[in-house]
Structures are given as C-alpha cells and as structure tokens.
C-alpha cells in the first residue's frame, strides 16, 4: 500500500500539505501564519524555536490543538541584522555558534564547524521547549534544510524523530540542493516526500511569483506533495528582518500569504482534486 | 561648583539630557531612536542587550560614535507575548528568570527571587556584550528602574558603573517610585539627575500627552534634567509587543518620536534656553 491508500485515499490520490515554515520569526510571520491557517487553505506549520516570537507562537499551538503544527528544527540564521542562536547556552554547544553566539548565516559554516553531539543536543532542546511551552508536536522539519549538509547530520535528524515518535519532512530534492557531501543517504523506513511546491525567485522576479503557484497546482502528481510557505505581511518588521534578501524577502511572504488565503487557491486545490493531508494524519499510520 | 558649572555652563544652567530608552528592543524602537538621533532633538539612548533587536542597534552603535550610546541594563520584561531573557545561559542565573527562562514581569517577582550574585554577574555580562559587539558605552541606565527594588541591589548597579567606569542613571524621583525596601538608599559620590520628565498615562489618556511635555519643558529648572523617551513607530511589530499595554505602548512611542523629531520641539529647546548635554559630558568631568 502507498501512503494514499494508508490514509484511506486511492492509490493516485494527489495528496498535499500546504505548510507555513518559520513560524515565531516574528509577529508578523506568526499573525499571517494564524490567519491562513484559520481562513486560508494552509492546513499545517511549524515553529522556529530559537527566534524572538516563538513564544507567541506557541501560545496559539497550546490554545489550537486542532492545527496541525511542528517544531522547525533551526540550526542557521540566514538574516543580515536579525539574529538568533540555540536555545541551549553558547557554552554547552559552542561548534554551532559564530564568534557572537548567533548560527551562522550559511550552511557551509554549519557543515565545517558543527559538532554531531551538539547538534543532537540542541535540536532535542529545541524540541523540549517546544513541549515544555505546550505545544504537541506533529512532526519536526528543518530550516533552510541545513540538517541535510551531510548523511551523518541527517541521521541525527532522523534520529531526534525516533526520540520523540515525530515524522521528520524529507525530501531528496531538497537534499539535491544543500548537500555538501558525496556520501550516500539513506531512505529506509522513512516516508518521503514526492515533490516540493516552493516559491521560485525567477518568478518572483519575472512577477510571475502567483502563476509559479497555480502552474505548481495545476501540474500537481498523485503522491505525497508539499507546498512550504513562508507567509507574513509585507511590512517594518518583515521588511527590518529581510533586509538586502529579497529571495524569502518581505513582498514574497505577502504573496505568500494573498494567494494561499485566496478564493482562487482554493478553487484551485478542488479543480485539481487534490487531497489536503496533516502530518498528524501521518504520524498516525506510522 | 555644581554639575553645571563643571561643564562649563552657568551655575544656573537648565541642563537636559534626552534620551531614548529601549534600543534593541525592535526594529521599529531602533529605526526611530536612530532616525530621532539623526534629525530629533533625541541627544542620547541606551541598549538592551537582551532583546532580539540588540545586534541592529549595536552595528549602529559601532559605525555611529559620535552619539551619546549606554547600556540600559534590563532584569525584567513587561511585555505579554513578546518574551525575553538574560544574556547568560539560565542555568548561571536561575534567580532571574520564570519557569519559562524570560525575565519575570514584575518588579515585585524580581525582587523576591533574583540574587544578588547573578545580578551582578548578568549585568557584567550585559554590558560586556555590547563592547564585543563594538559598542563604546558613554553610560549605563536601568529598565523599569528595576535595580532600584532594594538598596542592595541599586548597590550593584552603582558598582557595576564603576567596574566600567560608566556614569549610572541616578534618580531619586523613579527611586520613590520603585523602591520595594524601606532601608537608605546611598547617594554618596555619584552624579543624581535633578528631574525626569517622561510620559504621563493620565495626560495621554486625555490626549495631552504632547502638552506634557510642552508644559515640561516650559517650567524646567536649572539643574540636570533627563528626558525619558521611547521613540517607536506606531505599526504592526510595536502593536504586538505591547499588546494589552497602552501604557508605554506603540502609540505612545510614536508620538514620542513625533514631537522630539519636530520643530516646535527644538523652538521651546531655544525658548527656554536650554542646554544639551550628554553622559559623555558627564563621564568625562567625573
């Protein structure tokens, strides 16, 4: 049996989660993600528990159980003046930190300076605040995907999954992309997905950011899709953390956030007969 | 000779020092301190190094010298969903924090709970950070005048001026205000601001709150006066931090920043004949 017919759809059920990263950013990251969680067509996220916001953000989890919501497993911090480090002290996992205790900006400088057994420890913290916050759990992804750097950071990954009986957003196609390794992955017994939906900056420059979306949506296959969004408004504070990154920038959340609380998404979805899934309904058939 | 004559003024000079208090604390309180810096009357502000927005301020701080910059040294954070720390690991200073790892909220909590001992050691650390991060701090101050609770603890903060070789804010007025200890308080040797003139909750409720100010300054004294300022714009970032909170909330900030960047503002400077000094004066005639 596929996961479709797992999850009780038929065998070439177009199946998707349309998925809000980078929640507790910021306010305005936390309020667009709440919004379209409520009123659009997103239907899971997950929280960046290093950032300033996250503890709004999981006052709304503990409040709003009936959302789907994980824990963005956060190990870089790619913003030029906004910054953030572990949730552990500097001091106990100090291969993860730049000379002024904040991640660094590129995985590159994660892969060359990490520790494994700090990086195990830190994501487990981050995972136990989340917890100890009330919020439960669904499932756990990765920042930037800088966990994907090598196979041994992977498996940590994998691993901090297995601690807490959490499924873990895999992708080879996005291991394609931040891989700095020659090493072999390894898949087995994991689920993963099928193909990423994620806005592209060529379209985005082109302003042809929306019909990068609908495009995506119409050409959707059967299998396990996820569309990651990264909704905010487009304002001070977005505008102050984006700053000189236009890529995941201030006007690309908004968009973000206008189409996947738009009519015309949700159209869109139901032409396309596409089944909206949870990482709930998969850590239940796990 | 008195302050004045110290600094080379008439012994019955109206001195003022206007400052912004709570850099750091977002990017919309840092964009409007700066921009009151650069174009306002504002002639001074401090950082709280334990806020999000520290790092911004601090690259500010750095590249821009030539303004009067302190540390305003912070043991509690009154905000609802906007939460924050101390910048030692929790596990050095558990006495400061909830169960949660934040500063406690209220002044009472600090003063039952927090020890000396990481007092002292937290905010050592609170202005060490910022010389890392480049900052030359012309002078030290306290949010929400917590360090005043106790003799004790207003002790420290005396010390820790000297440890630095920092002026601290002194004031007798904020002192009556916060003090949660009927013991003396000792004033030996150290430089004591005259009068504060901060933003009134009664008069902004009945939309005085500029004629306050107006009225302030007016009537100033000759003597050291301190302006207490929290410039911020009125947009999304500041309505969440301080939400539920009118009091110092984000239209108060902005109407901070409006008057002390307007021209009516540095008329009734000139009409008053009053005189702009610094803490780097201060420091430097100590």
């Known amino acids: 049996m596929n996961l479709a017919q797992k999850l009780g759809y038929a065998e070439d059920a177009k199946l998707l989660i349309i998925h809000a990263d980078d929640a507790g950013l910021s306010h305005s990251e936390n309020q667009a993600t709440i919004q379209a969680l409520q009123n659009g067509s997103m239907n ?43 949730v552990l ?71 901090v999954g297995k601690i807490f009986n959490l499924p873990v957003f895999i992708t080879k196609e996005f291991l394609e992309e931040v891989r700095l390794s020659d090493e072999e992955y390894d898949f087995e017994d994991i689920v993963v ?7 592209n900056f060529a379209d985005f420059e082109k302003g042809e950011f929306i019909n990068h979306y609908e495009k995506a949506l119409d050409n959707i ?43 015309a998404c949700k159209l869109k979805l139901q032409e396309n007969n596409i089944q909206l899934i949870t990482w709930r309904d998969i850590k239940e058939i796990k």
């Open 193 to 199: 997905a099928d193909k990423i939906i994620i806005g």
């Open 221 to 263: 296959k059967p299998g396990f899709n996820i569309c990651l969004l990264h909704p905010a408004f487009d304002e001070f504070e977005m505008q102050g953390i984006t700053i000189n990154h236009p890529n995941f920038g201030a006007e690309w959340r908004q968009l973000d956030f206008d189409y996947f609380t738009s009519e």
């Open 89 to 159: 002290p500097v001091s106990e996992v100090p291969s993860l930190v730049d000379e002024n205790g904040h991640f660094y900006r590129k995985r590159l400088d994660f892969k060359n300076n990490a520790k494994p057994d700090e990086v195990k420890k830190e994501l487990i913290a981050q995972v136990e605040k989340a917890i100890h916050l009330g919020v439960q759990p669904t499932h756990l992804d990765a920042h930037m995907y800088s966990i994907g750097v090598t196979p041994e950071f992977f498996n940590i990954y994998k691993e």
């Open 44 to 86: 899971s996220y997950s929280i960046m528990m290093p950032c300033p916001w996250s503890y709004e953000m999981c006052l709304f989890a503990k409040n709003n159980p009936q959302f789907d919501g994980g824990v963005h497993l956060t190990l870089t911090c790619e913003w030029e003046t906004y910054k953030f480090g572990p």
